[in-house]
């Protein structure tokens, strides 16, 4: 959730932050995908 709104602040784009933030913890905890798959946006992107 941190990284979600790291990247908001940055980008405040609801999508691409979810997007950026669920690439990176794939890059650093391959093999945990199953922790932070549940989160998922919902209504509209903007």
Do not use: C, V
Request: proline share 4%.
């Amino acid at each position: 959730m941190s990284e979600f709104y790291s990247q908001f602040q940055q980008t405040g784009n609801k999508a691409q932050s979810l997007r950026q933030a669920m690439l990176k913890m794939k890059n650093q905890y391959p093999d945990t995908p199953k922790k932070w798959a549940a989160f998922t946006l919902i209504g509209e992107a903007e």
